[in-house]
């Protein structure tokens, strides 16, 4: 992959990781949309949205956390269970 195109991917998921975690949300579906406008090997898709998603779910996370809109109490039960069974599929 040249170095140009290579830019304009990493744009691309810049501006969905932004758009998507100004909502809260990870935007493992865009990033996949993304990666298979560019061409890339569609073995590459599922891990490569996991990890994308799960920065920016982390730092959504800490963003609204910090303003004050978040109860960790009321989290940690979903990602005691959601966050490890999401690696199995």
């Known amino acids: 992959m040249s170095v140009p195109l290579l830019l304009v991917l990493s ?3 810049l501006a ?3 758009l998507y975690s100004s909502v809260g949300h990870g935007g ?6 993304i ?4 061409s890339l090997a569609p073995d590459a898709f599922k891990p490569t949205a996991l990890v994308l998603n799960i920065l920016v779910s982390a730092t959504a996370t800490l963003s609204f956390s910090r303003a004050g809109h978040f109860s960790w109490h009321l989290f940690w039960p979903f990602a005691a269970t959601s966050i490890p069974f999401s690696f199995l599929r």
């Open 35 to 38: 990666l298979a406008l560019f």
């Open 11 to 13: 744009a691309c998921i």
């Open 28 to 33: 493992a579906s865009g990033y996949i949309a």
């Open 16 to 18: 969905m990781a932004a």
